[in-house]
């Protein structure tokens, strides 16, 4: 496996893992005796493991406004924010961030190179195949990145594929099975590292739109002349309008953590507070959700 990259900003250690599927099984098994260097823990009970370690490392994105490290170095963003406050309640007082790109957090987390995902990823069927998911933290719609002024008119997947307009998105992200659902031909799908990436090819003339999450492509452009974002919509899943729910991805056999973890965010949920941390990352009241992992899921 390629070593991970390691840099650091204002004296916090971030960690940039180049290959996340290579290896596996020698991280795996460097897991299976508990990451933070902690055997004493019975396998399989991480939160006691994490709290022994006093650290959860986080698996993020570098996508505004979930997961990413902001201008000032800092690292930040709705769901890394909520998993501070709620990992110190559950007696881990600080975060360790692994960037990786979004098709590598599943394999990752899998893989014990992180203990939990934190980068608001939507909740499918597909993906609660492979791990378990916190209640979502919050809803969404999608939407494109267009160059100024739309010129194709494409306003959701039917458009795109009616204009043949050539459409990306990022690695790993569900708007691949969105598009292809809609009748886009998969292998004709530019996928990118991410929506930065996504920017720069709409701007060039690449590909003439790519999509995302509402905020996301709202926050990426924010500053470009050249590109703009769509009013958000639906996506159609099973030829109905679907709304989604982004959450905290757990590792299947960490049901403890993942259920303690639900105590708290439903607490802040009730309380208010979920929304004051999340409103200021651009959410709002309509983005938040009584939706549940176990519908989602289905
Ligand atoms: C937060 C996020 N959600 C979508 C997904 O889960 O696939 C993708 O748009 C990537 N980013």
Redesign the pocket.
């Known amino acids: 496996m390629a070593p991970p990259t390691e840099k650091r900003t204002h004296g916090k250690r971030i960690i940039r893992r180049r290959s996340l599927l290579a290896g596996a099984g020698a991280l795996g098994a460097i897991g299976a005796l508990g990451a933070a260097g902690c055997s004493r823990v019975p396998n399989g009970d991480t939160l006691a493991r994490l709290q022994g370690a006093g650290t959860v490392r986080l698996g993020i ?1 570098g ?1 505004v406004p ?1 997961g990413y490290i902001n201008d000032a170095g800092e690292f930040t963003g709705e769901a890394v924010e909520l998993a501070k406050v709620i990992f110190k309640r559950l007696g881990v007082d600080n975060v360790q961030p692994v960037a990786t790109d ?1 098709a590598s957090l599943i394999p990752g987390l899998n893989t014990q190179q992180f203990d939990v995902v934190s ?4 909740i499918n069927k597909e993906r609660c195949q492979q791990v378990i998911f916190a209640d979502p933290e919050y809803q969404m719609l999608d939407s494109f990145i267009v160059r100024k002024g739309n010129p194709m008119n494409l306003h959701d997947y039917a458009d795109v594929v009616k204009a043949k307009a050539k459409f990306g998105t ?1 690695t ?4 691949i099975q969105y598009a292809v659902d809609a009748g886009y031909k998969e292998s004709d799908i530019v996928i990118l590292q991410d929506q930065v990436a996504g920017l720069n090819a709409v701007e060039a003339g690449r590909i003439d739109v790519f999509a ?2 509402a905020l ?1 492509t709202r926050e990426v452009t924010k500053k470009s002349r050249k590109a703009e974002h769509t009013e958000p919509f639906a996506p159609l899943v099973d030829g109905k309008k679907h709304v ?1 729910g ?1 959450g905290f991805t757990f590792r299947p056999t960490d049901t403890k953590l993942r259920d303690a973890f639900n105590v708290e965010i439903h607490k802040m949920k009730k309380s208010g507070e979920l929304f004051r941390i999340l409103q200021p990352f651009g959410f709002t009241k309509a983005e938040m959700t009584t939706l549940t992992a176990e519908e989602l899921c289905r």
């Open positions: 994105a996508e979930y979004f980068a608001g990823m939507y990022g790993g992200y569900a708007e995302g999450t996301t989604d982004g």
